[in-house]
């Protein structure tokens, strides 16, 4: 600010001199014009200064001088006539000196305004400056302590088919407590807008890969990284394409428990996929799907898969036709209900294997399931937010989609007994189930989930000739349970519009009970083994979300 003065006055100083030398009329005229741009210059400072201290909002102050008047130049006093001098007309106005502009403060730019510029169209996203990309980062950490109160089982998700036997060396060893974080999740999401609608996408991981070798590393946190969704989809409410590794549209996530084992009867398979997804009405929505296959066959050599190995060499399972799923959703006050199918291609090809006899064989695998999740409170204010859960299915070849019961028993083949060596055949399993759960919502902090389920699958004849106590007789399950009853504190949940928000803070304890028969029972388990496991579990976990 001293600088502009000290330049408006020796400008001023500069133009009376030139009065007194008898200056021409035009040099009057230019002096004038400079002056005027010099008050426009003082006023805009003045405006600047009033506007910095409304920002920073200071206490109120005595009210500001007005604003200095405008200078008119006095007329040239009549003077003997003098020899002129030329003085330049004066340009443009220059911007104010670097001095002077580092003396006009500038209005402070508030951290709600910074907020609202980056703030990105995903709840809790920012936007990435310079692109209309937002991103969100999710994800928890979850500490699980668990023991098995009366067998040996030390996997952190154990699934009914593969408990121990009574009578096994796990069982005879009796109960065991691990612990272990890895089955805590990271992941990130992405929305971009586009001329097809929002484009999103997903990469998600845990730590829940491929165990170390039995070295004792497994005790030293070597778990390995391993992807579970990795896809892009493009769409809005109306309509959505999703490519990528998702989950399966077969999926269900009915029932909340603290353990990382799948449910019995539920579905966790996530998969590379094409899928579409469309609203058909209020409420109502469809999706269609081409999914990743993946045989699965028993056989009385074992149970084998695609990337299995038949006596070290390529396993006879083999994928030729992707899996086609669909599924119908609705969603009301009421709750929500859910119908689900799938039809598969199972096909063994013995060519280039291992396995007796020569040749191939296939079947076709479908299922279909309902399911419906249940507000009570429209029932009976009383119930407030209870929920009552309930699924059933049967199926054909449904294997893998229920891999807590039937993965590895999509089908069964006679390959390899008396009398197939030259043909054999492949046939789909059939299986049927149910599951029922109950969601108590004690306070709004405190909630239970108690959950029963059964599951059936009618083998073969044949697969009584399974050798007793082999890898392919232990795996012949005819019978499955499951039941599981929690109590979760959540301390930061919160209700609004009738719906909960758990926060992101859980810490429970859980009660596991599993149980599965063999087909033929103690004489298929082989020596020292009856044909039944039951294992009994109790788990605490803590999840903390960000």
Known sequence: MRQVRFAEGWLAAGAGAAVLLGSAPALAQGT???LRRIDALQRRVEELEAAQRTVQRPPPAAARAPATAPRTAAAPSPRPPVTPVVVPAPAAAAP?????QADVAQPRVTREEVDAALRGSLPNSWRIPGTDTSVRLYGFGKANMWGSLNVRDRGDAPSVQGIPLAGSPADLQGGDLNFSARRSRIGFETQTPSDWGPVFTRIEIDFAGDQPSASGAATSSGYMPRLRQAFVEV?????RVLVGQANSVWNDGLIETLTDATFLNASAVRQAQ???TGRLAEGLTGMVSIEAPYTDYTSAAGV???DSTYDGGASPAINQVPDLLGRL???GDFGEASLRGVVRQLKIDTNGTAAAGAGSDSTVGWGVALNANLALRNVWEGFGNDQL???TYYGQGIGRYFDSAYSGQGAYTNLGLPGATAAFSMDATPAWGFLVGYRLAWLTQLRSTFAYAYARQDNPTYVSEFTPGSSAALAANRDMQMAVANLIWSPFARESNGRVTNGWLDVGVEYI??????QGGAAAAGVGQYGHGIEQRLQTSLIARF
Do not use: K, N, S
Request: glycine share 10%.
């Open 513 to 518: 009970f599993f149980r599965r028969d063999i």
């Open 389 to 391: 859960i309930g699924m």
């Open 304 to 306: 084998f898969y695609p």
């Open 274 to 276: 094409v899928r579409l």
């Open 235 to 239: 769409g809005g409410d109306v309509f």
């Open 32 to 34: 004038e014009d400079l």
């Open 96 to 100: 104010a000196p670097p001095q002077a």
């Open 329 to 331: 959703t609705y969603r």
